[in-house]
């Protein structure tokens, strides 16, 4: 059974009752990378980072995922 998964309007993601992560526009991290949001997404399209589909089709990207990135970046 796959467990339930809830972005709440403050853009936290939440899979269980103590798991809770921020979910970040390609904006957000377009800015932490200094690139464009298209950018951004087209490196979820080439699977460099993953992301999230909201219902509406936008993608989210967890936090915990862009840091990962940020830190093989800087080595």
């Not at 464009?36 to 399209?45: E, F, G, Q, S």
């Not at 219902?55 to 862009?66: I, N």
Request: without cysteine; proline residues 8%.
């Amino acid at each position: 059974m796959s467990s339930l998964k809830v972005v709440a309007p403050d853009g936290t993601f939440t899979t269980g009752p103590q798991t809770t992560e921020r979910l970040l526009m390609p904006g957000e991290v377009a800015r932490v990378f200094g690139v464009d949001p298209k950018t951004v997404n087209r490196w979820a399209l080439t699977g460099r980072i993953p992301s999230l589909r909201t219902p509406s089709g936008q993608r989210r990207y967890r936090e915990s995922d862009v840091n990962a990135l940020l830190s093989t970046d800087s080595r």
